[in-house]
């Protein structure tokens, strides 16, 4: 079974940025459609970004376009996720997740089969 794992969460000042790193144990990852939802205390998980597997598209939820990239290098089975201009509303754990094959929407929980255990992301104001 492929594992994710997610790194460079931390804590900073509103308008701060991070880059958020999901690596994949295995290179068939590269094949599929991979995401970042978030999850803040008493809500849940929603979606932030996708990317398809080579890259060529990329969707974002309305709260993070423009503020956050993601992007991807199969060479190192690794997604990113650039995020600029945090705000505190940002504060919550990441996960990263991999796509079912075939699933014809990216921004629900239930199209990912495979999550992460999560980078916890503070943004303090």
């Not at 998980?45 to 970004?49: D, L, P």
């Given at each position: 079974q492929v594992q994710l794992v997610e790194s460079g969460g931390g804590s900073v000042q509103a308008g701060g940025s991070l880059r958020l790193s999901?690596?994949?144990?295995e290179r068939t990852t590269t094949i599929y459609t991979m995401g970042w939802f978030r999850q803040a205390p008493g809500k849940e998980?929603?979606?932030?970004?996708a990317i398809s597997w080579n890259g060529d598209a990329t969707y974002?939820?309305?709260s993070a376009q423009g503020r956050f990239t993601i992007s991807r290098d199969n060479n190192k089975n690794t997604v990113y996720l650039q995020m600029n201009s945090l705000k505190p509303e940002d504060t919550a754990v990441y996960y990263c997740g991999r796509r079912r094959p075939y699933t014809g929407t990216y921004d629900r929980v239930n199209s990912y089969d495979v999550w992460?255990?999560?980078t916890?992301?503070?943004v303090s104001s």
């Open positions: 999901c690596a994949a144990s998980r929603e979606f932030v970004a974002y939820a309305t992460g255990q999560g916890q992301v503070t």
